[in-house]
């Protein structure tokens, strides 16, 4: 009983203001949250996060799903890509996701698609020379380039594994 009263709450919550809830992580920067009573699919502004079949793609869809998912976060919404999914800021206990993802090593500063926050590039920067998170591996490719190859080139560049 005490579950059905808390996502009562989240729910009632959720529909009388800018918050969302969090209800499936697809990947590190992907997700769908449920938006005034309907379900929504956002991408995360400003990173790209490692594909699920790249090096720390798995790890980084993981740590995500424990910090947003089931929960109530701000978001902020922008344009639709190509895929129909709205591109969002996302705020989760005050913070800045796309921050918070680079900072911990679990995206790259999608510089191409970035708002220009020089912020972004200084915790992308710090990670790396910390070697925090996938900058473990100094043989990471980018995921803008990883989906361009086929599957002979990727496993060719699975230096990481």
């Given at each position: ?20 809830l ?9 997700y ?12 995360l ?5 490692p ?14 799903s ?13 344009i ?14 005050g ?10 090593g ?38 803008w ?17």
């Amino acid at each position: 009983m005490k579950y059905i009263q808390t996502l009562f709450f989240i729910l009632v919550t959720c529909l009388t203001t800018s918050a969302q809830l969090v209800v499936q992580v697809y990947d590190g920067d992907t997700y769908k949250i449920l938006n005034h009573g309907k379900l929504q699919v956002i991408r995360l502004a400003n990173v790209d996060a490692p594909e699920l079949s790249q090096y720390y793609g798995t790890v980084v869809k993981a740590g995500v799903s424990k910090l947003i998912l089931g929960k109530t976060v701000k978001v902020d919404f922008g344009i639709k890509d190509r895929y129909g999914r709205t591109i969002a800021g996302v705020t989760v206990n005050g913070m800045s996701l796309d921050s918070l993802l680079i900072a911990k090593g679990w995206a790259w500063n999608y510089q191409q698609f970035s708002q220009s926050n020089p912020q972004l590039s200084v915790n992308e920067s710090t990670a790396k020379k910390a070697r925090i998170g996938m900058w473990r591996c100094l043989f990471n490719i980018p995921p803008w380039i990883w989906r361009k190859l086929n599957e002979k080139q990727k496993r060719l560049h699975e230096m990481c594994r």
